[in-house]
Each structure stands twice: as C-alpha cells, then as structure tokens.
C-alpha cells in the first residue's frame, strides 16, 4: 500500500546500523491540521541518504508504504518512507492585468432609472 503525507520536517535522527549489513533512519513530520499529528516515519539501506537534502523545519510531502510484522507474538508497524520531496512555497496569485475586463467600470442602463431601493415598479 503506498501513501502520502504532507507538513514540516520536525526532527531528523541518525543512521543506526542495526547489524553489519541493515539501516535504518527515522524522521517525524508534523501535520498542518487543527489538531497536528507527529508522525515518525523509518528510511532503511540506500533510502537513508533521501533525507540529507532536507533541513528541520522545511515543508515536504512523503512517499510511504505501511508495514505490519509479528516477532515472538507481538506485533509492529512501521511506515516505511521511500521517496521526499520539498514542498515550495505557495506563490502569490498573478496581479490583474491593467486594461482587462476588471478595469472597465460599469455602465448605467437608460431603461432602469430607479435608485436601487425603489421597488414601487415591480409587477407583484
């Protein structure tokens, strides 16, 4: 299962050799939401060098895969993040162009004569 997460890189923590040949490194990203989460997430092997290119505090969005594993009957989850990307900043919207329709004022109709509280003319 594959899914993505958005929010600020909280905290980056060493590569930890957990045997001559296995690594692993963990990060948590906080969520933007009402109520934020913190939510650790594992690299391992060559995806450990994924996180250099990032510093505390960025925006990113992760890539990750959830993974469950039983050991001497209890049981773990990991979510196991394979791809990051830096998320840019949100760019301001474009400036209104001048001469657009936006800088045509309005034309008074020579068929309503009325000011805009006289409804003595309505039908009803």
């Not at 001559?20 to 934020?36: D, K, S």
């Not at 895969?65 to 050991?71: A, K, P, S």
């Not at 773990?76 to 830096?86: I, S, Y």
Request: glycine letters at 8%; aromatic letters at 14%.
């Amino acid at each position: 299962m594959s899914f993505e997460l958005q929010g600020t890189l909280l905290k980056k923590y060493d590569i930890e050799s957990k045997s001559a040949t296995f690594q692993t490194r963990e990060f948590v990203v906080t969520t933007e939401e009402t109520y934020p989460q913190y939510v650790k997430f594992q690299l391992t092997q060559d995806k450990c060098g994924i996180l250099d290119g990032f510093a505390e505090g960025q925006k990113v969005k992760v890539h990750f895969d959830l993974r469950g594993r039983e050991w001497q009957g209890k049981y773990f989850t990991n979510l196991n993040a394979w791809r990051m990307e830096a998320m840019e900043a949100q760019a301001p919207p474009p400036a209104k162009e001048a001469g657009g329709f936006d800088s045509f004022e309005p034309i008074e109709s020579p068929f309503n004569n009325s000011g805009p509280e006289d409804f003595d003319d309505l039908p009803f």
